[in-house]
């Protein structure tokens, strides 16, 4: 059974930095992706930063030059680290996987394995 338990959100002032966690138990695919949504009150989820088995990586437009997505396979963990924070970027923020390679950030409903989310607040 795949379960994803992310962890390392808090509050912070803008400008500050955050690293968030994900660790993936039972999830060992040669080659899927993972991927950090967030979701704000009101507001749909949307896709904040992709990574593929190989390393490539994809981000929002909202988030390109402040937050990196890596992983270590040895540990069966994906990171996101947030820099220079803005008070728009708090949300609650999920890991995501799937089996399926070539799924986008787009593709938010079809991504089969989540976890339960941790709260990020940035205050001005």
């Known amino acids: 059974q795949i379960q994803l338990m992310e962890s390392g959100g808090g509050s912070v002032q803008s400008g500050g930095s955050l690293r968030l966690s994900c660790v993936a138990s039972?999830?060992?695919?040669?080659?899927?992706?993972m991927a950090w949504f967030r979701q704000a009150p009101g507001k749909a989820r949307e896709g904040v930063a992709r990574?593929?088995?190989?390393?490539?990586?994809v981000y929002a437009d909202s988030v390109k030059g402040r937050f990196t997505i890596s992983q270590d396979n040895a540990k069966n963990t994906l990171y996101l680290q947030m820099n220079s924070l803005k008070p728009e970027d708090t949300a609650m923020y999920y890991c995501?996987?799937?089996?399926?390679?070539?799924?986008?950030?787009?593709?938010?409903?079809?991504?089969?394995?989540w976890g339960q989310g941790t709260q990020v607040t940035v205050s001005s």
């Open positions: 039972g999830y060992h695919y040669k080659r899927g992706c």
């Open positions: 995501a996987a799937d089996r399926r390679w070539w799924l986008l950030l787009t593709n938010r409903n079809e991504y089969n394995y």
């Open positions: 990574i593929e088995s190989d390393g490539s990586a």
